[in-house]
């Protein structure tokens, strides 16, 4: 098992020139789930899969699925959801982003260094509200039809502090509250006086192992990062000398051409002056036959 998730850290950090289009590995699975690409193509999601931007992945009644992201991060989509990677980066910039939206269902998502170093650029969207966080493992719930519970959005927080927002206001989230953006009502977010039916009904069967994932990344996520930027600046540098090298190539054929004109000149010039010899020499030649000529008669 330690062997395992050394490997993730090491396919996570070591990904080639496209690693800024990956977003994470399937780190676990039970029960049934599928992820589909941008080109509308679908397979069945295995352990190891790597997930990518604009991939959804959506899990059956009783499907699970635990991601570990390139920077580091946890998502654990529960039974009956579909999610979507709508942007991702992460090369330990100021440009990294994991944006994503939950269109029904749940995730529990313990954030990267991402979350860690930019607020900002975490988001959690859903179809009545946005999350974004203050360095957090939160979880959010979107309900369609609630048997006891209204639909909308739901999340509560494991630790650290989320903002939910609507274009009605927003409110902030704190452990062991749960913040609500109703759906069909024109509302501003609220912090519910008790937790909704469904958190009690839930049957999760791979929850234990969340813990000891989220000790274990939490705990590299500056090596990660220093490690990302380090082979970023390598392919950065590997393409430079590629356009660079791809230049020279196209500026040698230029430069064989225009040594290659410059030397048909000079061939050609060399034959005039040649010519122009060859004929003087001959004018010289008929002027003297001349004189021969005159000195006779």
């Given at each position: ?22 977003y ?30 604009q ?48 269109l ?102 791979m929850?234990?192992r ?25 392919v ?10 791809e ?51």
């Open positions: 098992m330690k062997n395992w998730i050394a490997c993730l850290v090491l396919l996570a950090v070591c990904a080639g020139a496209t690693a800024a289009e990956v994470g590995t399937v780190d676990a699975l039970t029960g049934s789930a599928t992820v589909t690409g941008q080109d509308g193509s679908s397979t069945a999601v295995t352990t190891g899969l790597k997930i990518y931007e991939d959804t992945v959506t899990t059956g009644h009783e499907g699970e699925v635990h991601i570990v992201t390139e920077d580091g991060g946890i998502i654990a989509l529960r039974p009956g959801t579909v999610f979507r990677v709508d942007e991702y980066k992460a090369e330990g910039g100021e440009n990294d982003r994991t944006f994503v939206s939950l029904t269902g749940g995730l529990r998502s313990i954030t990267g260094w991402i979350g860690k170093h930019n607020n900002s650029a975490y988001r959690v969207t859903t179809p009545t509200a946005t999350v974004g966080v203050r360095g957090t493992d939160h979880e959010v719930t979107v309900i369609e039809k609630g048997d006891g519970d209204e639909p909308g959005t739901y999340d509560t927080v494991n630790e650290g502090a989320t903002v939910m927002k609507t274009p009605h206001g927003e409110v902030q989230g704190e452990p062991g509250k749960f913040v609500f953006a109703p759906k069909g009502r024109a509302a501003a977010p609220v912090v519910l006086v008790q937790h909704p039916r469904f958190w009690a009904a839930r049957r999760l069967r929850e234990e969340i813990q000891q994932r989220k000790e274990y990344f939490r705990a590299r996520h500056e090596q990660m990062r220093e490690e990302r930027i380090r082979h970023f600046q390598q950065r540098t590997e393409r430079r000398q590629e356009r660079q090298a230049g020279r190539n196209r500026q040698e054929p230029a430069m064989e051409k225009r040594n290659e004109s410059r030397g048909e000149r000079a061939q050609r010039l060399q034959q005039r002056r040649e010519e122009m010899r060859e004929r003087r020499r001959e004018k010289l030649q008929k002027e003297h036959k001349r004189h021969k000529e005159l000195e006779r008669e």
